[in-house]
């Protein structure tokens, strides 16, 4: 099995505040690299679908690593 490294941060929110995006871009992490904010509830929707579709598979996180907002669509682009 490949061990790959991680290209981002992701952010697991309960909810976006006003003007996220602007929020994110103030971050200034130590490497050039992505950071992502997800709602919990988004990911725990997945993360079940996910489960129930492809039960002994680990998801490709890197794939899924951008600046801003991930969504539930998102991840489905990712799958088709």
């Known amino acids: ?14 909810s976006y505040p006003d003007k ?7 971050i200034k992490p130590s490497i050039d690299i ?21 039960p002994s598979d680990t998801f490709p996180i890197k794939q899924i690593i951008k600046q801003g907002k991930i969504t539930l669509g998102d991840f489905e682009k990712v799958l088709h």
């Open 20 to 26: 996220i995006e602007h929020k994110i871009q103030e």
């Open 1 to 14: 099995m490949e061990i790959v490294n991680l290209k981002g941060y992701i952010i697991i929110s309960h």
């Open 34 to 54: 992505p950071i992502s904010v997800i709602e919990a509830k988004d990911l725990a929707t997945f993360a079940k679908k996910w489960e129930m579709d492809y």
